[in-house]
Structures are given as C-alpha cells and as structure tokens.
C-alpha cells in the first residue's frame, strides 16, 4: 500500500495524476499546509523540507522496509520506475523525460510559486513596492510557457515522442495560466497539449483529488490567523534537535 501525504495544491496533483494513471492503490494522508500540518514532527521525518507532498511505499521496490520519499519529481520517478510506466528505461529517452522533469522541478514549479506569491502579497499595501518582483516573475513564467512552446512546436509530447512523467509533472502548474496571469492563446502549442491531457480520465481525475478539501480563512479567529502567518510566511532555519 502506498500512503500519499496530499494537499490539492500543482506539487500534490501531479503525483495525484501518476497514481490514477497507474491506477494502483494508496491511501490519502491530508497534509493542511493551510494550518501547518507539514511542519509537525511525524511529517517532517517523512518530508524534512517541510513540504507537501510525500510517499510511503509499504511494499517498496527492492523489498525491505518501507520507503519514504519528499519532492514530487522524485516520488514520479520511483513510482514510473516501480511500476514500469511512464518512464522509458533505454538511456537516450531516459534522460530526455528526466531533462524535462529536472526541468520543471528547477524553473516551471519555482517561478510559477514565486509569481503566484508575489501577486498575493501585492494586494496587501503593507508589502510595499513590489512592482519588480512582479515583473521579473511575470517575464520568467512568459519565458517559461514559451520554452514549453517551442518544444511541442515540434514534438507532440516534452519528451521522447510519448506520454511521460515529462508531461505529468509540467501539466498541473501549466494548466493554471490564467492564474499565472498568461494569455494561452500567445502558446499555441501548449494550448494544443493542455487540451489533450485535458480529455484523459485520470488527469481529470487527478486534478480533482482532494477537491472537498479546503482553508476557508473567512471561518478563522484573528488569533489562529496570526499563528498561521507566523509560521508560515519568512521561515528560516530550524535548529539541530538537541
């Protein structure tokens, strides 16, 4: 049995897509990133970066002990190799998924957050001028789509001419340009593949993981609001446990 440590969030959706694509069993463990489930001591043993999501595999490839596993890339690439979809093994389309899953996990997820990020905090005057980092991260997910663009300008998938975990973990964070604040019609071709992966049942049904789960701030105390805020927002380092 795997338990999936979930929150609907892209991160948690794209490993959400993988196991309905697989369709294999697991179990959902909600991570509430909104309270600060993610940073209790059970789950930092499982995800020491303090976030969502995370895989505990119960009968883990190679046998043994269970497996635990943070960062969705990794957790798409244990579970397309353990179950040998998704990811082909011979080594120039290996590296051709892995580029692009690398890819993701380092620009597309990234920029994607922090422009999201900053277009919350602008709306409170209290941040200040924020107008650059709303620039620079506007550019760099423009950039980005255009990147994707270019690639299925030529190629109807990211990577080795088939449907992969290059596309799995790339679909959730693109498919939200319009909160992005993009015009997909600029994209043609990703257009194209969003609406491709649109019609395949477990996308939809992966996407629609966890949609009953919810942080509603408007049913939150001033006081719990405070504690959140505190512990969520300009985190530094935890100190080595003594």
């Keep these: 049995m795997l338990d999936f440590?979930?929150?609907?969030?892209?991160?948690?959706?794209?490993?959400?897509?993988?196991?309905?694509e697989l369709t294999v069993p697991y179990r959902i463990v909600p991570v509430n990133i909104g309270r600060g489930d993610q940073f209790?001591?059970?789950?930092?043993?499982?995800s020491p970066n303090n976030r969502m999501p995370a895989l505990v595999d119960h009968e883990p490839l190679g046998g043994g002990e269970p497996i635990a596993i943070f960062e969705s890339g990794a957790m798409l690439m244990y579970l397309a190799e353990k179950y040998g979809q998704f990811w082909p093994q011979t080594p120039r389309e290996k590296?051709?998924?892995?580029?692009?899953?690398?890819?993701?996990?380092?620009n597309q997820g990234p920029k994607f957050g922090e422009?999201?990020?900053?277009?919350?905090?602008?709306l409170k005057a209290e941040n200040g001028d924020l107008s650059y980092a709303l620039r620079r991260f506007d550019d760099?997910?423009?950039?980005?789509?255009?990147?994707?663009?270019?690639?299925?300008?030529?190629?109807?998938?990211l990577a080795a001419e088939l449907y992969s975990i290059a596309d799995i973990v790339a679909y959730p964070w693109a498919a939200g340009w319009e909160?992005?604040?993009?015009?997909?019609?600029e994209f043609k071709y990703v257009?194209?593949?969003?609406?491709?992966?649109?019609?395949?049942?477990?996308?939809?049904?992966?996407m629609q993981l966890g949609a009953t789960l919810s942080n509603d701030e408007s049913q939150l105390s001033k006081e719990e609001i405070e504690r959140r805020n505190k512990l969520l927002y300009n985190q530094r380092a935890r100190p080595v446990p003594v």
């Design 5 to 20: 440590y979930y929150w609907p969030t892209p991160n948690g959706k794209k490993v959400a897509i993988l196991l309905e």
């Design 179 to 185: 909160r992005q604040g993009q015009d997909i019609n």
């Design 95 to 106: 590296y051709d998924v892995t580029q692009w899953v690398v890819w993701q996990m380092a």
């Design 40 to 46: 209790a001591a059970d789950y930092l043993a499982i």
């Design 140 to 157: 760099e997910v423009n950039r980005l789509y255009g990147v994707m663009n270019n690639r299925l300008y030529k190629h109807r998938y």
């Design 191 to 206: 257009k194209r593949w969003l609406e491709e992966l649109d019609e395949r049942p477990a996308v939809q049904r992966g």
């Design 115 to 122: 422009n999201g990020h900053f277009k919350r905090a602008a």
